[in-house]
């Protein structure tokens, strides 16, 4: 499969309005230093992120609520916006 395309074989050209909303309001949220010596508050936004273990990855909507969190604890994370690519990757996980 080629690099613009998604899974279904469609160039992101030929993706509806709605369609390139969808991949652009998600964000990949990586876990990168451990927990161990952070304060409690860091912890649970973390811990409400959905991650545990170094290196787990979840899927987020991009919306404040979110961003907050991340904004919070992001000198533990690792953020990126969704591309097609790594929209691929989720769905094959």
């Known amino acids: 499969m080629d690099r613009g395309t998604s899974l279904d074989g469609r160039k992101i ?55 907050g969190m991340i904004k919070e604890v992001e000198y533990l994370l690792e953020v990126e916006r969704a591309s097609l690519n790594i929209e691929k990757e989720k769905r094959n996980e």
Not at 15 to 35: G, H, N, Y
Not at 36 to 54: C, N, Q
């Open 13 to 67: 050209e030929e993706f509806t309005t709605r369609e390139r909303e969808e991949v652009a309001e998600k964000l990949k949220v990586t876990l990168k230093k451990s927990l161990i010596g952070r304060i409690p508050k860091h912890r649970r936004t973390v811990k409400a992120l959905g991650l545990r273990k170094i290196n787990q990855v979840v899927w987020h909507d991009d919306n404040p609520v979110i961003r």
